[in-house]
């Protein structure tokens, strides 16, 4: 192993001797992009960060407790598969004997807005 004071060079390895003034020049305009990259991803994060925060706190349904429905009328022989709520509708796939259909229901009213039938072609 070398040692730095037995080198014949006095301590003074590539790695140590000072570095010209263009090369500093270089160095620190590396530094100040490092930086300045840093506090852009830093607030990158936050932004990111904050927006996850606000879409948690703000999922909201809007709908009063209250104003649910007690009873939806969906036909004598029809059997619920699946129950979804898009777009302000809640939509409701029934089975009615080999039949399927579609339910277009106002959660508010609990009336029926609408019915669409599957049909094989």
Known sequence: MNQPELDGKGGQGPEDQPLDPATLKVQMKLKRLLAGSSL??????????????????????GMDPDSIP?????????????????????????????AMALLHIDPVSGQQIGRSKFVAR
């Open 70 to 98: 007690a009873s939806i009328v969906i036909g004598p022989n029809a059997v619920i598969e699946d129950i979804e709520l898009a777009g302000g509708r809640l939509l409701v796939l029934v089975r009615e004997g080999d």
């Open 40 to 61: 852009i991803m830093f607030a990158g994060f936050i932004a990111v960060f904050a927006a996850i925060f606000y879409k948690i706190n703000s999922s909201d349904s």
